[in-house]
């Protein structure tokens, strides 16, 4: 062993292997105040259990300028897509200088932070190479975090770079191979913190957003394992089913909720997720506690890896009771309007047929003495009663509240007559025999008013003479 690179590395190995730390070769621990193997093994640790991969890289760097006596250090973190970074100088062993922390810093300014950045290569310098700090700091932070030599070594998080550690001295100096080492250690430490807590925190929301979906989904959502016990449900799962989640979990999915008479059925597709991951999507009875039945739709997916232990289904329903019900209905009523249509249709021939019976009795007849042929061209009979009548104005049909319930006087298959106490002062009317929605809906022109008095009290009997059929509003 005849260095410390050597020995650093080999640390790192012997950490990641859960080994016990190497004893420190004396022989090249230099100028260290303290034992750098020893210090990276104690870091390295950290790195592993840190909750914060930037915070993690402030306290190592502090206290690795304290090891390699550097009287400065900083911290780079990237924002705003890339396009800028914000740094904090500090003073090791003399506290932070508040001062300069918080540093929001354009990429395109001419500094050794920035460039490390840009290119993530690790670089040293000292004041005559170029601007060790911003130049877009002000002058009073300049002065506070003047440097003369710097080292930099950059923060890489999923293939990108995100920042960058410095340590700098106030006096001219260049930092060995073995303090560069060190740095660029904390900075691989680092970067692996950040990634790490980074990866933590977004698999942290996606389980909370997972966890809030869970909640408020309206579908049922019920994990299973591979031998169908229900291992999980959601609230809707409970409220659609009536039970408990600690009445379901640890049950069998057959026993629990569905009908035996399904179950052959669904066990065929259960067989078919065990051969492969897939979506199955079916229909079945779900039963509640109370023993009633409500119709689900299933999409059932299994997840997991080839261990059977470890493989779990989620089975997501939704309750299409009711939209199976209005369906059901909305079956029959079609159902009965094809019946009533059907009769409508004999009716209609019926009375086409007796219609043309009346006038070829007519036909025979002798017209009454006194009466004009084009009344009675065909013969007419009493029919005292009510009917919906209502004057037509125009081509189109009047609306419902228009209609009057009046008493008819007699009916022919050309014409009929009605009954009323004024007189009328419209030509056409509109006349509904039988009861909507199912009337018929006949238009007349009035073809005579006859007056007459009962009682003293007097009344119009109006003729008319059919003219057509006309749909009511």
């Given at each position: 062993?005849?260095?410390?690179?050597?020995?650093?590395?080999?640390?790192?190995?012997?950490?990641?292997?859960?080994?016990?730390?190497?004893?420190?070769?004396?022989?090249?621990?230099?100028?260290?105040?303290?034992?750098?193997?020893?210090?990276?093994?104690?870091?390295?640790?950290?790195?592993?259990?840190?909750?914060?991969?930037?915070?993690?890289?402030?306290?190592?760097?502090?206290?690795?300028?304290?090891?390699?006596?550097?009287?400065?250090?900083?911290i780079?973190?990237?924002?705003?897509?890339?396009e800028?970074?914000?740094?904090?100088?500090?003073?090791?062993?003399?506290?932070?200088?508040?001062?300069?922390?918080?540093?929001?810093?354009?990429?395109?300014?001419?500094?050794?932070?920035?460039?490390?950045?840009?290119?993530?290569?690790?670089?040293?310098?000292?004041?005559t190479?170029?601007?060790?700090?911003?130049?877009?700091?002000?002058?009073?932070?300049?002065?506070?975090?003047r440097?003369?030599?710097?080292?930099?070594?950059?923060?890489?998080?999923?293939?990108?770079?995100?920042?960058?550690?410095?340590?700098?001295?106030?006096?001219?100096?260049?930092?060995?191979?073995?303090e560069?080492?060190?740095?660029?250690?904390?900075?691989?430490?680092?970067?692996a913190?950040?990634?790490?807590?980074?990866?933590?925190?977004?698999?942290?929301?996606?389980?909370?957003?997972?966890?809030?979906?869970?909640?408020?989904?309206?579908?049922?959502m019920?994990?299973?394992?591979?031998?169908?016990e229900?291992?999980?449900?959601?609230?809707?799962?409970?409220?659609?089913?009536?039970?408990?989640?600690?009445?379901?979990?640890g049950?069998?999915?057959?026993?629990?909720?569905l009908?035996?008479?399904?179950?052959?059925?669904?066990?065929?597709?259960?067989?078919?997720?065990k051969?492969?991951?897939?979506?199955?999507?079916?229909?079945?009875?779900?039963?509640?506690?109370r023993?009633?039945?409500?119709?689900?739709?299933w999409?059932?997916?299994?997840?997991?890896?080839?261990?059977?232990?470890?493989?779990?289904?989620?089975?997501?329903?939704?309750?299409?009771?009711?939209?199976?019900?209005?369906?059901?209905?909305?079956?029959?009523?079609?159902?009965?309007?094809?019946?009533a249509?059907?009769m409508?249709?004999?009716?209609?021939?019926?009375?086409?047929?007796?219609?043309?019976?009346?006038?070829?009795?007519?036909?025979?007849?002798?017209?009454?003495?006194?009466?004009?042929?084009?009344?009675r061209?065909?013969?007419?009979?009493?029919?005292?009663?009510?009917?919906?009548?209502?004057?037509?104005?125009?081509?189109?049909?009047?609306?419902?509240?228009?209609?009057?319930?009046?008493?008819?006087?007699?009916?022919?298959?050309?014409?009929?007559?009605?009954?009323?106490?004024?007189?009328p002062?419209?030509?056409?009317?509109?006349?509904?025999?039988?009861?909507?929605?199912?009337?018929?809906?006949?238009?007349?022109d009035?073809?005579?008013?006859?007056?007459?008095h009962?009682?003293?009290?007097?009344?119009?009997?109006?003729?008319?003479?059919?003219?057509?059929?006309?749909?009511?509003?």
């Amino acid at each position: 062993m005849n260095s410390l690179e050597e020995q650093i590395k080999k640390t790192v190995d012997e950490i990641a292997a859960g080994n016990a730390v190497p004893a420190m070769d004396t022989a090249v621990a230099g100028t260290f105040t303290g034992d750098p193997v020893a210090w990276l093994a104690q870091w390295t640790k950290s790195a592993a259990e840190c909750e914060d991969g930037f915070d993690f890289a402030h306290r190592a760097c502090a206290s690795l300028a304290d090891l390699t006596q550097a009287d400065r250090y900083a911290i780079a973190r990237t924002e705003d897509n890339g396009e800028y970074f914000t740094v904090d100088f500090h003073g090791a062993g003399a506290g932070v200088d508040t001062r300069a922390a918080g540093i929001r810093v354009p990429l395109v300014d001419p500094s050794l932070l920035t460039t490390v950045i840009r290119t993530s290569q690790a670089l040293q310098a000292n004041q005559t190479a170029g601007e060790l700090v911003p130049a877009s700091l002000p002058d009073s932070l300049a002065a506070d975090v003047r440097m003369a030599s710097a080292a930099v070594v950059p923060l890489n998080s999923e293939e990108s770079t995100c920042g960058a550690i410095m340590l700098g001295s106030t006096r001219s100096r260049q930092f060995s191979e073995s303090e560069m080492c060190l740095l660029e250690s904390v900075g691989h430490l680092a970067s692996a913190a950040i990634s790490r807590t980074g990866a933590l925190s977004r698999l942290s929301r996606q389980e909370s957003m997972l966890r809030t979906l869970h909640g408020a989904m309206d579908a049922m959502m019920i994990v299973v394992n591979d031998r169908g016990e229900i291992t999980d449900v959601n609230p809707a799962a409970c409220l659609i089913t009536g039970f408990e989640p600690g009445e379901l979990i640890g049950r069998s999915l057959w026993s629990a909720l569905l009908v035996s008479d399904d179950l052959p059925n669904i066990k065929k597709t259960w067989q078919r997720l065990k051969q492969r991951q897939c979506t199955e999507r079916f229909e079945s009875f779900v039963l509640t506690k109370r023993g009633s039945r409500r119709r689900a739709s299933w999409s059932v997916s299994r997840f997991g890896g080839d261990n059977v232990a470890e493989a779990a289904v989620v089975c997501t329903a939704i309750d299409i009771t009711e939209r199976c019900e209005a369906l059901d209905r909305a079956t029959r009523a079609e159902a009965a309007t094809a019946q009533a249509r059907e009769m409508f249709t004999d009716l209609e021939q019926r009375i086409k047929t007796g219609e043309k019976q009346i006038e070829q009795a007519a036909e025979k007849s002798e017209t009454p003495q006194g009466v004009s042929l084009e009344r009675r061209a065909r013969a007419r009979r009493q029919y005292p009663y009510n009917q919906l009548i209502a004057p037509l104005r125009g081509t189109r049909a009047p609306d419902h509240q228009v209609f009057m319930e009046t008493k008819c006087h007699d009916i022919s298959s050309r014409g009929f007559s009605f009954v009323t106490d004024k007189q009328p002062d419209y030509e056409r009317v509109v006349v509904a025999f039988g009861t909507p929605p199912m009337a018929v809906y006949l238009t007349a022109d009035v073809r005579h008013v006859t007056a007459k008095h009962e009682n003293g009290l007097p009344h119009y009997v109006v003729g008319c003479r059919y003219t057509g059929r006309v749909r009511a509003k």
